[in-house]
């Protein structure tokens, strides 16, 4: 199984970015992907998750007002669109997958056997 995550970059606080993550291999038509993100010295956190299903969850009310994970199940694409960025939202951005899954497990990081490499994205104030 293959993930690759994209879309990061650079972005003033209050912009906006969409990040993709590409599934492929054994399980790319039964998995479930859910976004972490690591701050510099910092533990990696869980963002958001969504299942095959369409069930998502995210970590905090906060990014559940400001991002959405969506699937295209047909292209095995994972997205994350980040509106309002902030400068604490700074980190690498992993998308990971694993077995289908209930959307209340999805926050779940050993659930997830399968990591991509992570994109960077950088919020300046």
């Known amino acids: 199984v293959q993930l690759q995550a994209s879309g990061g970059g650079l972005v003033q606080a209050g912009g906006s970015l969409r990040l993709s993550c590409a599934v492929s291999g054994r399980i790319a038509n039964r998995y479930a992907v859910a976004w972490f993100r690591q701050a510099p010295g910092m533990e990696r956190n869980f963002v958001a998750g969504i299942n095959r299903s369409g069930g998502r969850i995210y970590a905090t009310d906060s990014m559940k007002g400001r991002f959405t994970i969506s699937g295209d199940n047909a292209r095995n694409m994972v997205y994350l669109e980040m509106n309002s960025l902030r400068p604490d939202d700074t980190a690498v951005y992993y998308c990971?997958?694993?077995?289908?899954?209930?959307?209340?497990?999805?926050?779940?990081?050993?659930?997830?056997?399968?990591w991509g490499l992570g994109t960077l994205v950088t919020v300046s104030s």
């Open positions: 990971a997958a694993g077995a289908s899954m209930i959307a209340s497990n999805l926050a779940s990081r050993p659930a997830y056997a399968y």
